[in-house]
Antibody, heavy 122, light 108 residues
């Protein structure tokens, strides 16, 4: 059974930093692209970033480019999202999601974690 | 960036009735279109990918159709657990991958 368990969400001040983690199990982690998708309170879904399974290729939404960094440790089956220069508009539940194949291209998301809440407020 | 637009925003349906949800893309996405269901307080789950292929474990009452810019999700006979928000997502042109704003299916 595929499981994705996020952690690291917290209340942080504007301009602050945070690192989210996602521990994966139930599938061959290194073989699949992984992504972060977020959902602001009461709003819809927004893709944030994706990383390839073995090549490590990355893509970012313009709204986070230059501030967020996605990475993975295939030896630990763990996905990360390093978030810097956080803004109020980054407040959201952040979901760790599994892609349907190994590349960052033509991705839909076939498994989702339960999410971790990031609140950016003073 | 491809903009995905749902209609209607809210759909009121009685249990057992048929529901038809639409999603339009601002330019062609071929058949690279997925549908997700999000129940209150839960994470989304994939229902349909490739515009018309049901994901593993998805009941047969869910069906998807369309290609290019016009897509439809049909729920043939609504069950109580189907009242939720439904999102479409295009994965033909990236980045970014884009979602629609969602259709809420509520009990009539």
């Amino acid at each position: 059974e595929v499981q994705l368990v996020e952690s690291g969400g917290a209340l942080v001040q504007p301009g602050g930093s945070l690192r989210l983690s996602c521990e994966a199990s139930g599938f061959t982690f290194k073989s699949y692209a992984m992504s972060w998708v977020r959902q602001a309170p009461g709003k819809g879904l927004e893709w944030v970033s994706s990383i390839g399974g073995t090549d490590g290729q990355t893509n970012y939404a313009d709204s986070v480019k230059g501030r967020f960094t996605i990475s993975r440790d295939n030896s630990r089956n763990t996905l990360y999202l390093q978030m810097e220069s956080l803004r109020a508009e980054d407040t959201a539940v952040y979901y760790c999601v599994k892609g349907d194949h190994g590349g960052v291209y033509y991705l839909f998301f076939n498994y989702w974690g339960q999410g971790t809440l990031v609140t950016v407020s003073s | 960036e491809i903009v995905m637009t749902h209609s209607p925003a809210t759909l009121s349906v009685s249990p057992g009735e048929r529901a038809t949800l639409s999603c339009r893309a601002s330019q062609s996405v071929s058949s690279n279109l997925a549908w997700y269901q999000q129940r209150p307080g839960q994470a989304p789950r994939v229902l349909i990918f490739g515009a018309s292929t049901r994901a593993t474990g998805v009941p047969a009452r869910f069906s998807g159709s369309g290609s290019g810019t016009e897509f439809t999700l049909t729920i043939s006979s609504l069950q109580s657990e189907d009242f939720a928000v439904y999102y479409c997502q295009q994965y033909n042109n990236w980045p970014p991958y884009t979602f629609g704003q969602g259709t809420k299916v509520e009990i009539k």
